[in-house]
């Protein structure tokens, strides 16, 4: 089993950035990909970023490339989400969730979740 924590979501104004945090516990989870979803009111859960937790490869949706980096820290077994420049429309739910194996956008491949932190931004 692989629990996930999400925290540092908030209110901010257009333009702001924040720094999403999702920390593992459990199995070992250099073996897993981690990857950062989110839902919008109204809408469908969709893929934001994923990462290859053993050797860093990164993954990107087009609406976030540029703004947002994923990133992980090995020692604390923490993965990031800085978000940059943001838009009324990230405006979301943001879930962590971590994969063994699959194809990083698809959100059905995925075996955990975290509980989701919320993520406003105001125009």
């Known amino acids: 089993q692989v629990q996930l924590v999400e925290s540092g979501g908030g209110l901010v104004q257009a333009g702001g950035s924040l720094r999403l945090s999702c920390a593992a516990s459990?199995?070992?989870?250099?073996?897993?990909?981690m990857g950062w979803f989110r839902q919008g009111p109204g809408k469908e859960r969709e893929f934001v970023a994923a990462?290859?937790?053993?050797?860093?490869?990164?993954y990107y949706a087009d609406s976030v490339k540029g703004r947002f980096t994923i990133s992980r820290d090995n020692a604390k077994n923490t993965g990031y989400l800085q978000m940059n420049s943001l838009k009324p429309e990230d405006t979301a739910v943001y879930y962590c969730?971590?994969?063994?194996?699959?194809?990083?956008?698809?959100?059905?491949?995925?075996?955990?979740w975290g509980q989701g932190t919320q993520v406003t931004v105001s125009s």
């Open positions: 990462i290859v937790w053993t050797i860093g490869f990164t």
């Open positions: 969730a971590a994969q063994r194996s699959g194809v990083a956008q698809r959100s059905m491949e995925y075996d955990y």
């Open positions: 459990g199995r070992t989870f250099s073996s897993y990909r």
